[in-house]
T-cell receptor
Framework: GQSLEQPSEVTAVEGAIVQINCTYQ??????LSWYQQHDGGAPTFLSY????GLEETGRFSSFLSRSDSYGYLLLQELQMKDSASYFC????????????FGTGTKLQVIP | DTEVTQTPKHLVMGMTNKKSLKCEQH?????MYWYKQKAKKPPELMFV???????INESVPSRFSPECPNSSLLNLHLHALQPEDSALYLC?????????????FGPGTRLTVT
């Protein structure tokens, strides 16, 4: 099976930078995704890493280290609307690929 | 059109009722998914359809019965549910079950079983 661990809550100030970590244990690792979910809303895709390194998409960046089974999501220039839950998710290979979500991190952005 | 729609938005049903949840996408995606999400928890995969065939069933109780009538539609038939089945049911789609990493989620159906 797979297990993914994230901090349960993070608080950061508007305009600052915050990093949300994700450690995983899985076999057949294929890639790591990040999703954002506002309260009462649907998860929305943010980024994906299949290879080691940093992927940047606007204010959001995601990093992966396959050797350390570790990744993080970096949010810059935080805005109040970034207050949401953030989930990492691993995709495993072999047959039909499926996605398993991490425990989730609730980010609160304060003025 | 990058939207996945789900109906109904809310559903309250008794333990003896039969109801269905519906999901639709018009992005030409060939993989569709059902997830269950309890409050403050991550989405949990229930079923995966690939090219209209059931490819993954995550040991879901038989009181949940999925159906994929065509490549755009996904249903979840509910029968004899338990109160602990109350949750947000999310539908998602992706270009394919293999090789695609981005899933598009619908807004979900909030189900309450009384």
């Amino acid at each position: 099976g797979q297990s993914l661990e994230q901090p349960s809550e993070v608080t950061a100030v508007e305009g600052a930078i915050v990093q949300i970590n994700c450690t995983y244990q899985t076999s057949g690792f294929y890639g790591l995704s990040w999703y954002q979910q506002h309260d009462g809303g649907a998860p929305t895709f943010l980024s994906y890493n299949a290879l080691d390194g940093l992927e940047e998409t606007g204010r959001f960046s995601s990093f992966l280290s396959r050797s350390d089974s570790y990744g993080y999501l970096l949010l810059q220039e935080l805005q109040m609307k970034d207050s949401a839950s953030y989930f990492c998710a691993v995709k495993v290979s072999g047959g039909y690929q499926k996605v398993t979500f991490g425990t989730g991190t609730k980010l609160q952005v304060i003025p | 059109d990058t939207e996945v729609t789900q109906t109904p938005k809310h559903l309250v049903m008794g333990m003896t009722n039969k109801k269905s949840l519906k999901c639709e996408q018009h992005m030409g995606h060939r993989a569709m998914y059902w997830y269950k999400q309890k409050a403050k928890k991550p989405p949990e995969l229930m079923f995966v359809y690939s090219y209209e065939k059931l490819s993954i069933n995550e040991s879901v109780p038989s009181r949940f019965s999925p159906e994929c009538p065509n490549s755009s539609l996904l249903n979840l038939h509910l029968h004899a549910l338990q109160p602990e089945d109350s949750a947000l049911y999310l539908c998602a789609s992706s270009q394919a079950a293999q090789g695609s990493y981005e899933q598009y989620f619908g807004p979900g159906t909030r189900l309450t079983v009384t």
